[in-house]
């Protein structure tokens, strides 16, 4: 069965202070793994699309990465603006809807 | 980034009513879109991917008569829930998918910004 799990559930970070989000996966076939920003009350931002091990991507403060296991979301020198839930989501096989982590709850504090 | 509107933002209904949500993407054509359901601190569950011009694919446990979908158009995808109960209230959540084209050909799910949905 296709799994995403997200890891920490909860994250508190001092403005300015470096970290990573991760996503674990366990799918058959992977089609892309996707990262979304969700703000309370509000439908997920959409972040990034990685395709394939090795592949990286970056959005201002945010750079996403990419293996074979696993997906990484690394935060510099993050801003309370950031403050949001990071969602990680894939797509696996013949199929285009995207299988959802649980999410990580990122506060920023000033 | 492309966008998906959905309209009502909110909505509130009596038992046993019905209420439509519609799901539109406003700057590209989407064959295929996708209906969410989002309960308060939980992730996105998935109910139905709706392919224009076909019948909607239902997820495991999602009541396909009580959650109408169409897809009439390549632009327009509709959520009908039908005779609602309190237990129907939630946050209802859209996408479309686009395809990408180019060195990186893939595609990229745009979400709309959610119908919050009240059943009194």
Not at chain 1, 53 to 69: Q, Y
Not at chain 1, 81 to 98: F, H, M, P, R
Not at chain 2, 4 to 20: A, E, F, L, M, R
Request: overall charge neutral; glycine content about 8%; some cysteine.
């Amino acid at each position: 069965e296709d799994q995403v799990t997200q890891s920490p559930e909860a994250l508190r970070l001092q403005e300015g202070e470096s970290s990573s989000l991760n996503c674990s996966y366990t799918v058959s076939g992977l089609r892309g793994l996707f990262w979304y920003r969700q703000d309370p009350g509000k439908g997920p931002e959409f972040l990034f699309t990685l395709y394939s091990a090795g592949e990286e991507k970056e959005k201002e403060r945010l750079k996403a990465t990419l293996t074979k296991k696993e997906s990484f979301l690394h935060i510099t020198a993050p801003k309370p603006e950031d403050s949001a839930t990071y969602l990680c989501a894939v797509q696996a096989g013949g199929s285009y809807k995207l299988i959802f982590g649980s999410g990580t709850r990122l506060l920023v504090r000033p | 980034g492309a966008v998906v509107s959905q309209h009502p933002s909110w909505v509130i209904c009596k038992s046993g009513t019905s209420v439509k949500i519609e799901c539109r993407s406003l700057d590209f054509q989407a064959t295929t879109m996708f209906w969410y359901r989002q309960f308060p601190k939980q992730s996105l569950m998935l109910m139905a991917t709706s392919n224009e011009g076909s019948k909607a694919t239902y997820e495991q446990g999602v009541e396909k008569d009580k959650f109408l979908i169409n897809h009439a158009s390549l632009t327009l995808s509709t959520l009908t829930v039908t005779s609602a109960h309190p237990e129907d209230s939630s946050f209802y959540i859209c996408s479309a998918r686009i395809t990408e084209t180019g060195l990186h050909s893939g595609n990229t799910i745009y979400f709309g910004e959610g119908s919050w949905l009240t059943v009194v």
